[in-house]
T-cell receptor
């Protein structure tokens, strides 16, 4: 369906653990994004990047951090997971050619913190 | 909502009927996009309409944009069971290069 891959697909982890959600794309897109979505709800932008070594916080405050060392890779890390972090995390990318290009989304990681 | 309202929140129709979903937004935009999300999956880009366009077609999809009313509609004609999904509108505000999503419309097509 898409050339953007998220792993793991599902993750159940205990409170206090450190986790990294992986996101990789093979399209050479400069722009990448992380959205958080609770079931049946809207998407909230938590992080984005316009290219290597560029990261910005999104509209929704998040305790997670991101890095962009390579164009194709945009991992998201939670240093200490809490039950409030339980949600679906969606990664997306788009071409950096000014406004007007659609996003390609990964299949998401459904995170449950117990 | 950070974006605005989508209407209706849920829609259930019979296969073969047309489905119309509406989206309102709050800011001046560069473009508006529609996405489909099947249950528990990522979003799929359907169609993009720029702020200087009023109508756009793609297969069975028709999108309209009224910038004076800050609203858009998505029409799916001759609906199929496979169209069952949630549909989201998203806007790219002027001066921004990120999308803000609406709350979505959950569409159910009954066979």
């Amino acid at each position: 369906e898409a050339d953007i891959y998220q792993t793991p697909r599902y993750l159940v982890i205990g409170t206090g653990k450190k986790i990294t959600l992986e996101c990789s794309q093979t399209m050479g897109h400069d722009k990448m994004y992380w959205y958080q979505q609770d079931p049946g709800m809207e998407l909230h932008l938590i992080h984005y990047s316009y290219g290597v070594n560029s990261t910005e916080k999104g509209d929704l405050s998040s305790e997670s951090t991101v890095s962009r060392i390579r164009t194709e890779h945009f991992p998201l890390t939670l240093e200490s997971a809490r039950p409030s972090h339980t949600s679906q995390y969606l990664c997306a990318s788009s071409e950096y050619q000014g406004p007007g290009y659609g996003y390609t989304f990964g299949s998401g990681t459904r995170l449950t913190v117990v | 909502s950070q974006q605005g309202e989508e209407d209706p929140q849920a829609l259930s129709i019979q296969e073969g009927e047309n489905a119309t979903m509406n989206c309102s937004y709050k800011t001046s935009i560069n473009n508006l996009q529609w996405y489909r999300q099947n249950s528990g999956r990522g979003l799929v880009h359907l169609i993009l309409i720029r702020s200087n366009e009023r109508e756009k077609h793609s297969g069975r999809l028709r999108v309209t944009l009224d910038t004076s009313k800050k609203s858009s509609s998505l029409l799916i004609t001759a609906s199929r069971a496979a169209d069952t999904a949630s549909y989201f509108c998203a806007t790219e505000a002027r001066g921004a290069q990120k999308l803000v999503f609406g709350q979505g419309t959950r569409l159910t097509i009954n066979p």
